[in-house]
């Protein structure tokens, strides 16, 4: 029952959901951690002038922007007659909301260059913002966990995060997972090999849109930009070829003229795939022609990860980019990195009912509250649990028995405790247990004993 | 050196500052935990109508507002002669960042109803955006980590988090930590014993500049707004008496005239400290009858933590609050909670020297690379290093070893691993303690052994 006080895309979590988005961080961030990434964190909002030149004109326009504070009103005067929201926007606004977490990395690796040994490898899990039309699987406020190392362009890296990937992967359970590799330079020799009126950025967008709109539509628009004919079946067969890494290469260094980009390409996906341990990994991976990724600052690798069982969009995106903290006064820094999409993997886990059962957010112990100075009584003892690492609360209105019984199973609380007259005059609790429901009158001492037991 | 690249007051973290925030967070949520609070996240980004008319006009000036998207300023059609910031931005602006987690928790709370047993006890912890003046201690993005606890209004929650606020800093080791506790109405109850120009919310401002300007701008701020001399007197009075509870509980009846709002504030303040088990408070607590807190939304007890150590403003805020969720259509719901805020908490275990020592980040293992071949040997071993739970990283090039070991010192590295033609032959791997600089060549089985033993 959603009202009209929230906004769409922007979700909020009740506790079962935060137990399971818990459950899958605990996973990347214990694996980010022995793959040697450190964590980080970077600032929510940006100075506007970050982020716009960064995400292609289709990224921009989903980028949140926030208005300056004070009067920006009077401070920007501006010409009201030919104004316009474009032109206005950077008047007055000078902040936006992150749209990712690799730009606000490429910054911060530029603002911190003297204290940072290279190659340097972190890790940050936090919010990002993007003005979508909200729908399954694509927020408007979602939560990426990112992995990048940056300051070597060894391609050992590439090698490394794919393992990153398989091993979170199959620490999930989650099945039917393809982990798909291109590289920039691979479709930059692909483009290059024919001719056409597109330029390369024209070219990524239309093959971009193979996943969503088929073959036919990639087709039409490659006409539309000046490819023969000839050559549009060419490159539909090269996206429709199945086989090894081996046999696609063969088959394009069959069908296409061989250029140095082309070679490039190939040389580098050679050396991922053949040290790619294929006995460790659980999940196929593969080359997609086809992977252009959006992102303008991909210059090499691209990964992204898609699951057959569920039609979510992608899991995980990444890539390597080496120019990415040009734009902060940093040259000569290549970087490599993924992105997992907690909200998308836990739509997925959700989906194949892979969330183990236990993750409950019960509690231990509920006191019963029988009047002022029982409470009081109760109250010590619930403090001393709490020092044991225990949860424990006391009801806090003395009402009547079956009210109070009645939260403690909603709340889905393992014992009930209660004291009373008798109990205080015996310097004993009555424990009832929920689930057996088997009550019986113990000391203190005695409880302790029984929690180490039962743990 | 802070470039011109990142936001004044808009901070980022480095791994040894994560690592930090990281241990006083563990701490707090531990004993949000066996407190019985359960999780809940909710968006940073709410309608702006949500936040405006919460926090009063000097809070409201301080929210960060989002730009519509798209086409807003046509959309706005704003008839431009008139314009001023204020009126203009309602209409290009729908959304802003949250000013802290009691409003959306309202809002949560709201929308939410029929899923929730009350009382519900949740914790949240967030960013949280304010546009103020940046300085020690006060960021314009900062941390808050909230328990509230809402559909009750049994004093008994006020006693239990005064047990939390006092678990916590004892789990920190913050000593010189003062607990100061007020009352609304007790406030009121005061404000109503004398006759003035101000209202309450004046005089609650007014009182609020005392920490920061002193008695002696006060009290003229009072004579403008209409008190008399000698009421000032007493008022002053009354905040420089030092006594128990009981003490400044028996010195306002003397000198005020009694009211009901008095004695209400009274009689609640009581049962509080009369329940508060001083033997397991390690921190001093006390009637403060300063304590205004400029937010709004306050109508029954107020707390405040400050350290008397450190001078960075309050580490702990909160209060009770009886008729917040109005705003969302739901009435008749009180709830009370206090937020830590984890950027002072961090600055004050920092002045303090808390922070313990062994939060360190170095990597376990660091394997030299000596080459394709043999990085592939190593690489195997990484794997199954860290299948165990152990963190391990390939130097990425094949650089000299001086190079390698360079890296390895500068990452503070417990061992490095080198594999060479020699090792491989023999199926063995070479191992330096970094920390005693001893070299021993072992097998893999006997690095597994040692490694357990090692723990």
Known sequence: ???????????????????????????????????????????????????????????????FQILRSGDYWNKASPKVKKLTSKTLSPLISNKSLRYDLTVPFARFIAENRASISFPFRRYEIGSVFRADRPQKGRLRQFTQCDADIIGSQSLWLEVDLINLISTVFNMLKLKDVTIKISNRKLLEGIFESFSSNLNFSQFCIVIDKLDKAGFDKVGELLLDGGLSKKDVIIIKNLFLFRGSFLEKKDYVMSQLNINTKLKTGFDELSFIFDKTDYMLLNNSIELDFSLARGLDYYTGSIFEVVSSSNNIGSLVGGGRYDQLTEKFNLKNISGVGVSFGLDRLCLALEESNLFPKELDDSLKFLFINFGESEAKVANSYILKLRDLGVSAELYPESLKLNKQMSYANKRDVKFVIMIGEEEIKKDKLTIKNMLSGVQELISFKQLIKKLRIGR
């Open 1 to 63: 029952m959603k009202s009209n006080f929230s906004l769409s895309g922007m979700p909020d979590f009740a506790p079962f959901q935060m137990k399971r988005r818990q459950y899958v961080l605990s996973i990347i961030e214990k694996k980010f951690i022995v793959f040697g990434f450190s964590p980080i964190s970077t600032s929510l909002v940006e100075k506007r002038s970050n982020l716009f030149g960064s995400y292609g004109e289709d990224g921009e326009k989903l980028i």
